[in-house]
């Protein structure tokens, strides 16, 4: 049931990071008429202001809801699912435990937006960088991450690119290891809803361990000293909620 109500959580994030819905969300019936004959709730086909949504049962893969799934759009921090689920993979793999040290370079020091503000050399365990991630979607230590595994931030792209062709998600391009919007000369990340159940069911299904983070309302960071806080704004309001991912900057929506 929990990874139930998780891809249900995480792919309704989807529908709000890209879709511009507000108001009543896309799910809700809204003719109490209609309510009171049947117990099932059906969505609508063209749902107000929506670009693109897709609603996955984790365990079988069915769809149980879709509307123009396959669009290209950015995925903001919905990116960092990629990150997760290969740095999950080397922990399993044995090419890096949780307790590997990392050490931030000056490069991924200074990548603002979301971040934990890591110093340039500063070292933390790998296992808290991922919390990092998962929880406060932190910039710095996504950059820390795929510097480490990659040997550099376009070597961990062409891994994570590898990765998708692998996993069939044809709608998909990553150009950054983080979401961040792109820069001078820089291409977005691109892919839709389609890929992105793919991906998070793929990290669900190898690493369900993950939610231990993901689920957490808040986690304190550099021995207390920061607090981080859940992006993700639904596993504190509502019940079973355990994650997965969040995304979001300006011109990707709200």
């Known amino acids: 049931m929990r990874k139930h109500l998780t891809f249900f959580c995480g792919l309704i994030i989807w529908i709000v990071c890209v879709s511009m819905i507000c108001g009543t969300p896309a799910f809700a019936e809204t003719d109490a ?16 202001g929506c670009r693109s949504a897709l609603v996955m049962e984790a365990t079988s893969g069915d769809i149980i809801y ?33 307790d590997t040290p990392i050490t931030t370079s000056a490069h991924a020091s200074r990548m603002g937006g979301s971040q ?29 991450i795929a510097e480490h595994i990659g040997g550099s931030a376009e070597g961990f792209i062409d891994l994570m690119n590898a990765y998708a062709r692998r996993m069939g998600m044809e709608d998909t391009v990553f150009n ?7 820069g001078k000369n820089q291409e977005s990340d691109i892919t839709s809803a389609r890929d992105l159940a793919v991906l998070a069911r793929t990290l669900l299904t190898r690493h369900p361990e993950v939610l231990k983070w993901s689920c ?27 994650g997965l991912k969040t995304g979001y900057y300006q011109s990707a929506g709200p």
Do not use: W
């Open 33 to 48: 008429e209609t309510d009171a004959e049947t117990d099932d709730v059906v969505p609508p086909s063209d749902p107000d």
């Open 66 to 98: 879709e509307f123009n799934s396959r669009e290209k759009l950015a995925p903001a921090s919905m990116t960092k699912m990629m990150l997760v689920l290969i740095t999950m993979d080397r922990v399993s793999s044995g090419d890096l435990s949780l």
């Open 116 to 144: 934990v503000y890591l110093a340039h050399n500063e070292v933390f365990p790998l296992s808290e960088l991922l919390k990092a991630v998962l929880i406060q979607s932190a910039n710095d230590a996504s950059m820390a």
């Open 176 to 182: 950054s290891p983080h979401g961040l919007p792109p």
């Open 216 to 242: 957490l309302d808040s986690e304190p960071f550099r021995d207390g000293k920061f607090i981080m806080t859940n992006t993700n704004r639904l596993v504190k309001q509502f019940v079973g909620c355990d």
